[in-house]
Each structure stands twice: as C-alpha cells, then as structure tokens.
C-alpha cells in the first residue's frame, strides 16, 4: 500500500465488484483498441500492395508497348527488303495491335494522361507514314518508299521510342518509391502494433497490480490484525485507505478488538477476583476441616478406649470425607495460587528413586482398590535431581492416581529414564495404563481446569478435573513439559520431562495461567 496507484484505487468511493468490473472492461477496451489498430494496419498494407501490384502492371504494359515499337520499326524495315504481301500485311496487323495495346494503357495510366496523349500523337502519325511507305511499296516506288522511311518513319519511331522510354522509366520510379514507401510504412506500423501492443500489456499489468495491491494490501493488514488479537494483542488497530467493503470491514475489526480488548479487561479482572476469592475462601475452609479431621480421630481414639466399636465406622466416614474435602480444597488452592501467579519453586536436592517409590507407596490403597498392578522401572544411574521436591511429588501422584482411577483389573506402568540426548539432562517418567483410554476431543480439553472428559466420565468416576492441569503448570514452571497419548478402549500414556537441575521460574508458564485457562474457568 506504499504506492500511489493502489491507494488512489482503494480510495475510489467504489464497491470491489465494481472496481473488478472496471478492470475487466478497461483490459477488454484495450484489446478492441488493439485489434482495431491492427486492423488498420493490415489495411494499410494491402492497400500498398494493390498499389504496388497496379504498378507491376503498368511497367509491364509499358515495357509491352516498348517493345511493340520496337518490333514495329523491324516490321517495315522486313516490308521493305521484302516486299511481299503477306510480309506488309503483317506490318499492318501489328500498327492494329500497338494501336489496341495503346488503348488498353488509357485504364492503367490515368496520372500519365499528359505522356499519354503524346505517346498516341506520335503513333498516329508513324501510323500515316507506315501506311504510306506500305503503299509505295505495293506501287513498286521503293526508292520512295525507302526515303520516306528514313525521313519520316524512323525520326517518329526514335521520337515514340524515347517517349516509351520515358514512360517505362517514369513507371520504373513510381515502383521504386512505392516499394520504399511500403518498407517504410511496414517499419512505422510494426513498430506502432508493438508499441501499442507493449504499452497495453504494461497497462494491464499496472492496472491489475493497482487492483490487486489496493485488494490484498488491506486483507494482509487485517490477517495480521487478526493474529495480533489472536495471540492477546489488543493494542493495535488497522488502518487501510479503502472506502469499499474492506474499509468497512476494517472498521468492523477495530470495533470488534476494541471490544475484546474490554472484554478481555473485564474477564482478565473477574478472573484474578475469583483466585483471589478462591484462595481466601479455601484457605478459610482448610482450618473448620482440619479441626473435624482431628476432632472425628480423638473421637475414635475414645471410641476405641471406651469399647463403643459402633460408632467407628460413622466417624472413619466423618474422617475420609473431610480428608476428600481437604484434598478438593487443596487443588483448588492450588490452581488458584497458580492463576493468582503467587506460585514460587523451592528447589532442593532428592534422590529420583526414593521419591518414586515414596509415591508409589502412598498410591498403593488405590492401585489395590481396582485390582490394579504397578511395575516401576528406573534406570540405575537417575541420581539425584535439584528441583522442587514438592512439586514432582504432586506430578507424580497426580499422574499415578489418575492412572489408578481409571484403570480396572489392569496394569500401571511407571518408567523413569535420565536422559542426556538434549544440551541439559532431563528426568523422563512415562506412566501408563491399560484404562478406558480418551478420544481426540476429549484430549483436546485435557488439562482445562475444571474439565473432564465427558459428565458420565465425571458422574462415575468424580473428581474437580485439576489435577492435570495443576500438574501442567507445574511441569512448565519447571521448565518442562508433558505430553499425552491415548486409544479409547486400550490406555493412555503420559511423558514428563523435568530438567534435572532446576532452571530459574518460566515467567509466561504462570501469566499462562491467568491469561489461559483462568478465563475458561470463570
């Protein structure tokens, strides 16, 4: 759009369908102008060529009738060494034939009437003289005859000789100069038909690139406005010269981002009032449910030391809810904290396998619940990782007991493999089920908070759908990462990758959080 043409385009107070109409008839006039010069030429040219053949002609009779008082003059010469009749006959039919080749010129020689007139005055009186030199001759008065010839007859014929001469010579030149005339002519009107044909096709092509830059231009502007809002950019607007339906367009969009952007404002607000209320509110409900935690565990110690085993069971069931509760409670605490960006890492030294079998020793309860069986295989030389030994703790246990939930009669599978194939060693843990196993949509929503895959996955098997999503953000907050793969009806395998020796904090994992799935959360 930095050019002139294509916003003097754009700018025209036009609609696209319009402009494109009037591209197309401008490139179609052009090509009747075009044609319509060409046709002029090549009638030009053939009329030169009926011109120059005319002349052919000409110079052919000419030349005809040249040789006609050639032969003429040899004829009575022959007449008169000869005198036979046949022989002076003969001479005779040939004045009748010069006198019908010289008739014939009055259609061919119309500019020429002038040379003309003299060529047949001439003729007529060597006709006379012929005529009567014959005469003589049939009178047997050749010393007559032969001095008339030489006095008059051969005086006329060099006269009428020259004048032909003239004429043969005069058409000669008119040839000549036509043939130039017509290479000049053929020169000036090729160079017309490519000058014309060049400048049309350098005409279409400026208008089309007009068009064109004065359509794309503004569509270009708009995809990356569109990316830029995409990508949570409001702070731009677009701005094209168009007043057709791409300005109006336009407009559109820059109503449409300054929307957003308030809205975005708005939902970005009422997300980090809804941490923070989840936070406080959590926080407010972990302590009345600690103290029915403890006070439901002194009521069955006193239960047990007063021998009154009916009420046990009532207050395990008080106990295991409040500890359910607790844990809902915590992952929402967490998720909160993590949205909020109040999360911080506390790296510290561990050792991988001892926290791996600490793991799986805690999630035994459940592995055994659904007749579950666990295989752990860590190579031998993981070692110790500097981390966040809390955070891998609840990776760890998040990956496993959803494992467990959904897996029946089954196998759980955890693999932990130190890996030095990339520039910073990783801790790789794969654990894998033989559960139920997802579809693509519902891997698709996979670590939404909230989100589980469908409601009769979450009426049978419950839960608050965090707990992957926790587990995201805290891979990412460690500078790692976690991926899925999954066969409805034949398991699902998950893959961490943690850098063994902690990074500093990853910024956009946590404004990830807030500006991500806070606002599918609300």
Not at 38 to 58: A, F, H, P, T, Y
Not at 365 to 383: F, Q
Request: net charge neutral.
């Amino acid at each position: 759009m930095k050019n002139w043409l294509p916003r003097l385009v754009a700018k025209a107070p036009f609609t696209v369908h319009t402009k494109l109409i009037g591209a197309f008839f401008t490139i179609a006039a052009l090509l009747i102008i075009f044609g319509i010069v060409v046709i002029q030429v090549l009638s030009g040219i053939n009329r030169r060529s009926e011109e120059l053949s005319q002349l052919r002609r000409k110079v052919a009779a000419f030349r005809r009738l040249q040789h006609d008082t050639t032969a003429q003059l040899y004829s009575v010469t022959s007449a008169l060494l000869s005198p036979e009749e046949q022989t002076l006959e003969s001479s005779l039919r040939q004045l009748n034939e010069f006198r019908y080749d010289l008739d014939r010129l009055q259609f061919v020689t119309r500019d020429e009437v002038e040379l003309f007139n003299k060529i047949r005055k001439e003729h007529e009186q060597l006709v006379q003289m012929i005529i009567k030199v014959v005469e003589l001759t049939r009178g047997h008065e050749f010393t007559k005859a032969n001095e008339l010839r030489l006095t008059k007859t051969v005086p006329l014929a060099d006269i009428l000789e020259r004048l032909t001469n003239e004429m043969v010579n005069r058409a000669e030149a008119d040839m000549e100069a036509k043939v130039d005339e017509s290479n000049r002519a053929y020169m000036t009107s090729r160079w017309v038909v490519i000058g014309f044909a060049v400048g049309s096709i350098g005409l279409a092509i400026l208008l089309g690139y007009a068009v064109s830059s004065s359509l794309m231009g503004p569509v270009k502007l708009m995809d990356n406005q569109l990316r830029q809002i995409a990508s949570g950019d409001f702070s731009k607007r677009v701005e094209v010269p168009n007043r057709d339906e791409l300005g109006t367009l336009a407009d559109n969009l820059n109503r449409m981002n300054n929307k957003l952007r308030d809205l975005y404002q708005q939902l970005d607000a009422a997300s980090r009032h809804k941490s923070d209320f989840l936070a406080n509110m959590s926080h407010e409900l972990r302590t009345p449910l600690n103290a029915i935690i403890g006070y439901s565990e002194m009521l069955m110690e006193e239960a047990e030391d007063r021998d009154r085993k009916g009420s046990i069971p009532d207050l395990q069931k008080i106990r295991a809810s409040g500890k359910h509760l607790l844990e809902l409670i915590n992952a929402i605490l967490d998720i909160s904290k993590i949205e909020a960006g109040k999360v911080e890492l506390f790296p510290e030294a561990f050792n991988v396998k001892a926290l791996i079998e600490e793991v799986s020793g805690t999630v035994q309860p459940l592995i055994e619940k659904n007749s579950n069986i666990i295989a752990i295989n860590c190579d031998d030389d993981l070692g110790d990782m500097y981390a966040d030994i809390t955070k891998v703790r609840q990776i760890l246990f998040n990956l496993l007991s959803n494992a467990c939930k959904f897996t029946e009669h089954g196998t759980i599978t955890l693999d932990a493999v130190h890996d030095y194939s990339e520039r910073t060693s990783r801790l790789l843990v794969s654990v894998i089920d033989t559960g139920i196993g997802m579809t693509e949509e519902q891997m698709g929503k996979l670590f939404q908070p909230f989100s589980q895959a469908d409601i009769q996955t979450a009426r049978k098997f419950g839960g608050t759908g965090l707990g992957l999503a926790i587990t995201r953000q805290f891979c990412e907050m460690m500078g790692g990462d976690i991926k899925v793969r999954s066969e409805r009806g034949r398991g699902t395998a998950f893959t961490v990758r943690l850098p063994m020796a902690a990074p500093p904090p990853r910024a956009d994992a946590i404004s990830s959080a807030t500006s991500g799935d806070s606002s599918k959360s609300v």
